[in-house]
């Protein structure tokens, strides 16, 4: 004999409430900047070089610009920041300050993953290819959320040189973007060895930090 069949009654309880999407919202967006946040200290700490893979600064210039950068929300895009232009003779300790500032930057909370270079090795990186242009891996710099850009001037200048730092800081000083450059040029000779173009934009842009003393790789 079949069951009788069991009348329907709707599903008992309370109707659940309608979803807060706004809430959802922000949620989901607290968890993808955490995901940002996590992944901007590991690629950080994948891509330092042994040499500065534990550099700390107590430079309160570079400790300040990282605490301001860490609190701007990066992971929809760029945001404007402020930009380091650290000055010093050769072995005075500018990679390792400079490379401290991405480390307390990450560390703050910082959620852009810094792209970092040399002028050298950007320029060979941009260098055209056979059969590829150079731009593709320009826009790898210009429109890096954080950048940093070691040794300016350091490389021979040639018309090209000159015209991919134009370039390049022109786009960073344009789009106010957080950039941190060193270069053992003495502040004097900016000018003449980057040429007034881009000495101008570095100038109004970026806060200048000297850093003074000996040689440290002789003195070890
Ligand atoms: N504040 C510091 N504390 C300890 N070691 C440092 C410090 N600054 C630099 N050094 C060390 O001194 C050497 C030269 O520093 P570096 O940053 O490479 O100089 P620069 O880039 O000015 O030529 C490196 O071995 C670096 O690790
Ligand atoms: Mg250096």
Redesign the pocket.
Request: charge should be positive; proline fraction near 0%.
């Given at each position: 004999m079949t069951e009788p069949r069991k009348a329907f009654s709707p599903p008992s309880g309370a109707i659940p409430p309608p979803i807060d999407w706004a809430a959802e919202d922000a949620r989901v967006a607290t968890e993808y900047r955490e995901e940002a946040r996590l992944r901007a200290r590991r690629e950080l700490a994948k891509a330092l070089p042994p040499?500065?893979a534990s550099?700390d600064?107590d430079l309160p210039e570079l400790a300040a610009w990282a605490a301001a950068l860490a609190v701007k929300d990066m992971t929809n895009g760029p945001a404007k920041g402020p930009a380091l232009l650290l000055l010093?003779g050769?072995?005075?300790?500018?990679?390792?300050?400079a490379i401290a500032a991405l480390r307390r930057y990450v560390a703050a909370g910082g959620d852009a993953t810094p792209v970092m270079t040399t002028a050298p090795d950007l320029y060979a990186d941009l260098r055209p290819k056979s059969g590829k242009t150079g731009d593709v891996s320009l826009e790898r710099y210009t429109d890096a959320k954080l950048l940093m850009v070691d040794d300016l001037g350091a490389a021979k200048t040639s018309e090209w040189v000159e015209e991919v730092n134009y370039r390049l800081i022109n786009h960073r000083y344009n789009h106010e973007l957080p950039t941190l450059f060193?270069s053992?040029v003495p502040p004097r000779e900016l000018g003449a060895v980057l040429g007034e173009r881009v000495t101008s934009r570095l100038t109004e842009m970026c806060r200048m930090v000297v850093?003074k003393g000996p040689d440290?790789?002789r003195a070890?």
């Open positions: 040499r500065y550099a600064t010093g050769t072995g005075v300790g500018k990679t390792h300050a060193t053992n850093l440290r790789r070890a």
